[in-house]
T-cell receptor, first 113, second 113 residues
Framework: NAGVTQTPKFQVLKTGQSMTLQCAQD?????MYWYRQDPGMGLRLIYY???????DKGEVPNGYNVSRLNKREFSLRLESAAPSQTSVYFC????????????FGQGTRLTVV | QQQVKQSPQSLIVQKGGISIINCAYE??????FPWYQQFPGKGPALLIA?????SEKKEGRFTISFNKSAKQFSLHIMDSQPGDSATYFC????????????FGKGTRLHILP
């Protein structure tokens, strides 16, 4: 039972570089999320996908793009990384329609220098 | 109206004591209130959840108290143990809707041995 798998676990980028964070879930969930977690700021929603083919902006979408490739996969792209994007990124999935829990990945610790 | 306000930001409790974390919400359409527990280096994981048709839910040493009229809910950890030291997030969502989960900003709990 893999649950939610994120890759990579750690990454260091130089300012201006681009990268894509990958997320896949094997629970047949409709909803998927990307959050960033910074000290004292809790979990801030970057983007959200209620179902395959749909995406919506969350609280802090600037500087990010997402793709819901299929029901399993939801990727987050940083086109031009900035030091302010240094954070821990979490992907999550849930079956909101049934009011069940959200399952989180292990996180990606990203440092932009 | 989409916010979930959580307090305190940090909490220190003696071993064997009661830890209490509070949350308040504004949107009366929320009808699912989970609590998540996060250990360092890990993603958050569901601890316990409640629906607004009950005022209390207990699972072992963890209890959620829910006050629908005040739009508040709280997590009580009885007989707190050092292993309970973690960050706790309250959250709210609407069942049966394609909508996002709203998280509080988290409480860092430390249990003194």
């Amino acid at each position: 039972n893999a649950g939610v798998t994120q890759t990579p676990k750690f990454q260091v980028l130089k300012t201006g570089q681009s990268m894509t964070l990958q997320c896949a879930q094997d629970m047949n969930h409709n909803s998927m999320y990307w959050y960033r977690q910074d000290p004292g700021m809790g979990l801030r929603l970057i983007y959200y996908s209620a179902s395959e083919g749909t995406t919506d902006k969350g609280e802090v979408p600037n500087g990010y793009n997402v793709s819901r490739l299929n029901k399993r996969e939801f990727s987050l792209r940083l086109e031009s990384a900035a030091p302010s994007q240094t954070s821990v990124y979490f992907c999550a999935s849930s079956a909101i329609r049934t009011g069940t829990e959200a399952f989180f990945g292990q996180g990606t610790r990203l440092t932009v220098v | 109206q989409q916010q979930v306000k959580q307090s305190p930001q940090s909490l220190i409790v003696q071993k064997g004591g009661i830890s209490i974390i509070n949350c308040a919400y504004e949107n009366t359409a929320f009808d699912y209130f989970p609590w998540y527990q996060q250990f360092p280096g890990k993603g958050p994981a569901l601890l316990i959840a409640i629906r607004p048709d009950v005022s209390e839910k207990k699972e072992g040493r963890f209890t959620i108290s829910f006050n629908k009229s005040a739009k508040q809910f709280s997590l009580h950890i009885m007989d707190s143990q050092p292993g309970d030291s973690a960050t706790y997030f309250c959250a709210a969502s609407k069942r049966n809707r394609d909508d996002k989960i709203i998280f509080g900003k988290g409480t860092r709990l430390h249990i003194l041995p």
